[in-house]
């Protein structure tokens, strides 16, 4: 009983904060195939069942395809379910992705955030997750392992209020494969935050159903979509009102947005994912050194798009850089594209530049922040993408 | 069949498209351009086994612990089980799938286990047809005319089996030695012949006290199977100083004395199967034999397991040794012996012994027995029974001889063989006498079943596991005794190595496709799939997940 009732203070890798996150979460069906670097994840997890620390189910599958379908097959027949993946073995999902949406089910899933091939990448970058953005599923980018633990948590808290799946994402090897001091609230804590699932459509073998069968042009589908896109908007708040409430528990904070160095700053840089530490750090630096008036805004959640708070936040500023580990080919930046198209309406707009950078793990340093922020004081506004790192010497071979 | 639900505002609507009308209407089988269908096919074992044993099946009810339907489905083929599991060469190991993938199930020794069983309960044959009014006389009672009598049996003829002894069973109880077949075992086999109404005359013997004409009249067709008992002649100076090796078990088997064998050299010439039961028998009694053969061990005839038993009863062999000359010495054979060397093969594929000239050398026993191979009476029959060959003739495939309503069989025909063989030629017989009996062609149209190779069985869902062998005395305990050797496994052995069966082409109701079918397109019925073409699509993962190759794709 003490047990149940005692926070543990572990230092853990991103990968094994999810596990723990899972497991205080009392997950009951877990299933996922291995794909680096997200396999430390699965590993974990089966050894905690295996030693029936945690009492799910843990089903074997041969592609991730196939365990999102175990997924979605559990998650209707009402259980709390998990999976984790990365890279190709998520865009194997894809499909399965909107089902699972479509059929409104509050799935968490762990992403960590690897490169796509072609060329072979097994390094961070936002890729991956970009690319399923239209799938239905909320997206929470974390910066450090303790925000990953408690985000698992707040995501079955969220997307079991509105019926909606959530991916928590973070970066490869960054946060996957470094340790950091994480604290583990106690399952008592976690129990009361968080009461066990009731899904209102779950399955009944004694009232047989058929779900998600055809709806014509006439029938309800575009209803439906419609209920989702709400349920989208609702999470935003859900998002808000759970991490009050998970404050209150444990003293930590994730709301949609983290703001650094705000109040005053007329430049301000839009990031996400775990290289927003390196941004901050060399912020303070510079704010100490040239008096520069600057801040980051450090995005968390991309869906859903916090469209209101974002032009509260950013409206009156003089220049924002937005900050993209990813690529839209033929578009630009995601992150820059969406923000600069919600402050469009605005009266009067701040100079917006969006800076691709990062991409296949390629490290991001102080020294390289400092460049970025001298380039873009030089900058009018007026280009929709610059590719900011490319490397001399990997060209001119 | 639909019907249209109004909500008031969209809160009311459901979150998810829910249908409650069934989706059973749509007839999803509609989109399938391949169709898997359930065949059983024939496992290699079946295959291997003369007389066709139904091998998985009969496994799948001694695993199910319901012996009754086991001893039916052996006895469809096979009339002594008791017997053949214990002296068959097991041909059906041979083609066992499962030896590529750790080591052959033993089949002979279920097939023992079961055979134990019906001597226990009796054939309690289920479904005889009634009376047909047909006769049929069986000349001979080895293991030929035995079966040919309850093949005949079974199929509602009267049979009457004559026999030259005063005791049934031919080689089985004048050859086998009892270490190897216990005498009560046949005795109760024949018990049982008796108990299906079939007459047995002992003391009579063809071209004696029995006259072929007088048996086609009084009988509506014969099964002439009288074995092969005549030692072949080695044509060499001094063989009438040789014994003969089926003579000799024949005198043993009767109960004759042979202590004057006892402590004495004995050699015995040849390697096939009656050679070893000569020695094994000789060791017994505590005499000396020694095998010699004029070529080597690859060549031997006999049995290997019966070849390697001798070896290990301390049975000395000389190799590639031929007797070219024998003269008697004070009461002793003195053996004129020739050294042999390996030459090119010949007629039967092994490699011909050729003399080395200047080798001789002399040898003297106190007995030296024959056993260089067994062929038939050819005096028994008229000449328009015999081949062009001068010997008994009857067609390989319809056992008839050249006269109308006579068959044949056997050793008779086919010189020393096996039991399962003797069994093959009867159950042949019987099929043609039926077809004869009723005016029909004799030729069979076999339509042949695939047989289920390895590759198409799926081992993943098997786990590699060693083969049970029968608990054996040890070779101190045997060459004492004439104990039957070999026993015969417990019921939860015979189980055991019977659940070792992958069962090749014969649904064992694992329910695989029955689970894996992701449109629940096969049905259970009667613990059996069944396909419900209505839904089936036709994606073939039933046939993929068979582990033993029973749905095909078409």
């Known amino acids: ?397 | 069949m639909s019907e249209r639900i109004h909500y008031k505002n969209i809160d009311e609507l459901p979150e998810i498209a829910l249908s409650v009308g069934s989706t059973r209407v749509l007839k999803t089988g509609s989109w399938r351009n391949v169709k898997p269908v359930i065949e059983d096919k024939a496992a290699p074992c079946t295959k291997a086994c003369p007389i066709g044993t139904k091998i998985p099946q009969y496994f799948y009810h001694t695993i199910e612990k319901d012996l009754d339907k086991a001893a039916d489905i052996l006895l469809e083929k096979n009339p002594f089980p008791a017997i053949t599991g214990r002296v068959c060469p097991a041909f059906c190991q041979i083609g066992c799938n499962r030896k590529r993938f750790d080591e052959r199930i033993s089949i002979r020794e279920i097939e023992r286990f079961v055979g134990d069983y019906i001597l226990e309960r009796g054939y309690k044959v289920k479904n005889l047809p009634s009376d047909t009014g047909k006769s049929i006389a069986v000349v001979g009672s080895g293991p030929a005319g035995m079966a040919a009598a309850y093949y005949l049996r079974r199929a509602g003829h009267k049979v009457t089996i004559y026999e030259r002894e005063s005791l049934p069973g031919g080689v089985l109880r004048y050859g086998i030695p009892p270490y190897r077949l216990p005498k009560d075992i046949l005795d109760k086999e024949f018990e049982m012949l008796l108990n299906m109404g079939i007459k047995i005359e002992t003391n009579r013997e063809l071209s004696k006290d029995l006259d072929l004409e007088e048996l086609r009249k009084n009988f509506d067709a014969l099964f002439i199977a009288t074995g092969a008992w005549i030692e072949k002649k080695m044509k060499i100076e001094g063989e009438e100083l040789f014994l003969s090796g089926v003579h000799f078990l024949k005198e043993f088997n009767t109960g004759k004395d042979i202590s004057r064998f006892k402590g004495k050299k004995v050699a015995c010439i040849g390697a096939g199967n009656v050679a070893m039961d000569v020695v094994r028998t000789l060791k017994r009694i505590n005499a000396k034999p020694e095998i010699l053969y004029r070529r080597t061990e690859a060549e031997m005839p006999a049995l290997e397991e019966e070849r390697e038993k001798a070896k290990k009863d301390g049975i000395p062999f000389h190799l590639l040794v031929l007797p070219i000359k024998a003269k008697e010495k004070n009461g002793k054979t003195v053996l004129t012996i020739q050294r042999m060397q390996l030459g090119e093969p010949d007629s039967s594929g092994r490699r011909r012994p050729v003399p080395v000239e200047g080798s001789e050398y002399e040898e003297e026993y106190d007995f030296v027995i024959k056993a260089i191979g067994e062929e038939s009476d050819r005096k028994l029959l008229p000449p328009e029974y015999l081949g062009e060959d001068g010997w008994p003739y009857a067609d390989k495939k319809t056992a008839a001889t050249k006269v109308k309503g006579v068959f044949a069989g056997g050793d008779f025909i086919q010189g020393p063989s096996t039991v399962v063989e003797a069994e093959s030629w009867a159950q042949k017989a019987a099929e043609s006498i039926n077809r004869y009996l009723k005016g029909e062609d004799l030729t069979i149209k076999e339509s042949v079943p695939k047989t289920v190779s390895y590759m198409l069985i799926k081992t993943d869902y098997f786990k590699k596991e060693k083969a049970i062998h029968p608990f054996e005395l040890t070779v101190e305990e045997r060459i004492n005794s004439f104990e039957e050797e070999v026993k015969t496994l417990s019921d939860e052995l015979a189980i055991k190595e019977a659940k070792r069966c992958f069962s090749c082409g014969y649904c064992n109701s694992c329910g695989n496709c029955f689970v894996y079918c992701p449109d629940m397109a096969v049905l259970w019925k009667d613990s059996r799939p069944l396909i419900d073409y209505d839904f089936c699509k036709g994606c073939g993962v039933c046939a993929s997940e068979c582990p033993r190759g029973i749905i095909n794709m078409v």
């Open chain 1, 1 to 397: 009983m003490e047990k149940l009732k005692t926070r543990e203070k572990k230092v853990l890798y991103g990968n094994h904060a999810v596990s723990y996150g899972v497991k205080v979460s009392r997950v009951q069906v877990i299933s996922a195939y291995p794909i680096t670097p997200q396999t430390p994840v699965v590993e974990l997890l089966s050894e905690m069942c295996g030693k029936k620390e945690l009492n799910a189910t843990f089903v074997n599958v041969e592609s991730e395809h196939s365990a999102m379908a175990v997924c979605i097959g559990a998650s209707i027949s009402g259980a709390r379910v998990f999976t984790a993946t990365s890279s190709q073995g998520l865009l194997l999902m894809h499909e399965l992705l909107h089902w699972a949406t479509g059929d409104r089910l509050p799935i968490v899933m762990a992403v960590i955030n690897r490169a796509v091939a072609a060329p072979w990448s097994i390094w961070s970058d936002q890729n991956d997750t970009i690319s399923q953005r239209d799938t239905g599923w909320m997206q929470i980018y974390c910066e450090s392992n303790q925000e990953v633990l408690d985000s698992i948590i707040l995501a079955y808290k969220v997307s079991e209020k509105v019926f909606l799946p959530t991916m928590i994402v973070l970066d490869a090897f960054i946060l996957s494969h470094t340790a950091e001091p994480v604290e583990i609230p106690s399952q008592e804590e976690v129990d009361n935050f968080l009461p066990p699932l009731v899904l209102p459509w779950a399955l009944d073998p004694q009232k047989p159903v058929a779900i998600g069968a055809v709806v014509s042009p006439s029938g309800p589908y575009m209803e439906l979509r419609y209920k989702i896109q709400k349920a989208m908007e609702k999470a935003l708040e859900e998002i808000e009102n759970a991490s009050l409430e998970y404050e209150s528990i444990t003293g930590r904070r994730w709301g949609v947005f983290e703001e650094f160095m705000m109040d005053d700053a007329d430049t301000v840089i839009v990031v996400s994912g775990a290289i927003s530490s390196t941004f901050k750090y060399t912020v303070n630096e510079i704010r100490k050194e040239k008096n520069k008036k600057i801040g980051v805004l450090r995005m968390r959640v991309l869906r859903p798009f916090p469209f209101v708070k974002l032009r509260e936040i950013l409206g009156d500023r003089k220049r924002i850089i937005v900050v993209d580990r990813n690529i839209s080919f033929g578009s630009g930046g995601v992150f820059f594209n969406e923000i600069r198209s919600c402050l469009y309406n605005l009266k009067r707009r701040p100079k917006i530049l969006g800076y691709i950078t990062g991409l296949g793990g390629r490290d991001i340093t102080p020294k390289d922040i400092y460049d970025m922020i001298e380039d873009a004081e030089k900058r009018k506004g007026e280009e929709d993408i610059i590719f900011f790192g490319l490397k001399e010497e990997n060209i001119n071979l």
